[in-house]
C-alpha cells in the first residue's frame, strides 16, 4: 500500500502555496506563511504530519463543503517531527496566528502520553493561547493516537490532549476516542497506516469527521463517503466503512 504524505514530507506549507494558485482567491500572505484555502470560516492549522498527512485540513474542508452552510477556509503550517516548541521557535506559525481573522487554530503535536511530553504540550498551549486569543480566535487540540507499537498509551494519550485544552478553554477535537470507539465497533478497521505512526485513508476520514462534527456541532453521521479535495483528488472509504466511522466520530463528540 502506498503511502499518501501528499502535503509534503518536508514541509506542508509549499504545497499549500501551489494549491491556493490554482484553489483560493485570496492574495499571498506574506513571505514564508502559506496562502489561505478557500473562503468561509478561517482556521488555521498547527502541527506536524500527523496533521497533514493524507491532505487532513482539505478532507475537513470537503466534508463542510458536501454538508452545505458555512464553508471553511483553511491554512497549514505543519512540518514533520514538530511539536509546538518547535513552532515557537521557527517562527511562521506565530506569524500566521498574527494575521487574525482567525475563528479557531488547531494545535497538534504527538501524542505526548509521557509525563514529560505532557507537560510541554500543557505549557506550550499555554503560551500560544495568549496570541491566539490576542486576535479574538479559539484554540482547538487535535487529540492525536500514540504508534501502533505503543497503544497501551492511548488513555493517556487522550488525556493530556483533554487536560490542555481545559487549561485554556479551547475546543477538543477527541480523534484519538473515536479511533477507539471505531475499534469497538470493528476490531478489523485498519486505521494506521503501514508505518504503524500515520493514519490510512481510513484513520484521516475519521479524524475529519470528528473535526467537522467538533467545529460544526453537529453529528457527521450522513456525510458522504467521498469528497472531492480542493486540490482536485477525491478521497474516501466505502459506504460500509464511512457507517461505522461516523457512528465512532459522534459517540467521540457527543453527537
Not at 496570541?131 to 487529540?143: E, F, K, M, N, Q
Amino acid at each position: 500500500m502506498r503511502l499518501r504524505r501528499s502535503l509534503s514530507t518536508v514541509a506542508a506549507a509549499v504545497f499549500l502555496a501551489a494549491v491556493a494558485g490554482a484553489s483560493c482567491s485570496s492574495a499571498p500572505v506574506g513571505p514564508s506563511v502559506p496562502r489561505l484555502i478557500g473562503e468561509g470560516r478561517h482556521v488555521l492549522f498547527i502541527g506536524n504530519s500527523l496533521t497533514y498527512w493524507n491532505d487532513l485540513p482539505l478532507i475537513v474542508q470537503a466534508l463542510a463543503d458536501s454538508a452545505g452552510g458555512a464553508s471553511l477556509a483553511v491554512m497549514v503550517v505543519a512540518f514533520p517531527d514538530f511539536n509546538l516548541d518547535d513552532h515557537r521557535a521557527e517562527g511562521t506559525a506565530q506569524r500566521a496566528i498574527a494575521l487574525g481573522e482567525w475563528e479557531f487554530v488547531v494545535l497538534q503535536q504527538g501524542p505526548s502520553s509521557v509525563e514529560a511530553n505532557r507537560e510541554q504540550l500543557r505549557a506550550s498551549v499555554g503560551v500560544l493561547n495568549g496570541d491566539i486569543r490576542a486576535v479574538g480566535a479559539t484554540p482547538g487540540l487535535y487529540s492525536v493516537w500514540p504508534s501502533e507499537a505503543r497503544r497501551a498509551d492511548f488513555d493517556r494519550a487522550v488525556e493530556s490532549y483533554t487536560l490542555a485544552a481545559q487549561d485554556v478553554n479551547g475546543l477538543l477535537f477527541p480523534v484519538a476516542s473515536a479511533w477507539l470507539a471505531a475499534w469497538r465497533r470493528d476490531p478489523e478497521l485498519e486505521l494506521y497506516s503501514p508505518d504503524g505512526l500515520h493514519p490510512s485513508i481510513s484513520g484521516s476520514y475519521l479524524a475529519a469527521l470528528v473535526m467537522y462534527g467538533a467545529l460544526y456541532e453537529r453529528s457527521p453521521v450522513g456525510l458522504p463517503p467521498r469528497v472531492r479535495l480542493a486540490s482536485g483528488e477525491e478521497i474516501g472509504v466505502t459506504p460500509e466503512v464511512a457507517t461505522v466511522l461516523q457512528a465512532a466520530a459522534a459517540e467521540a463528540i457527543g453527537r
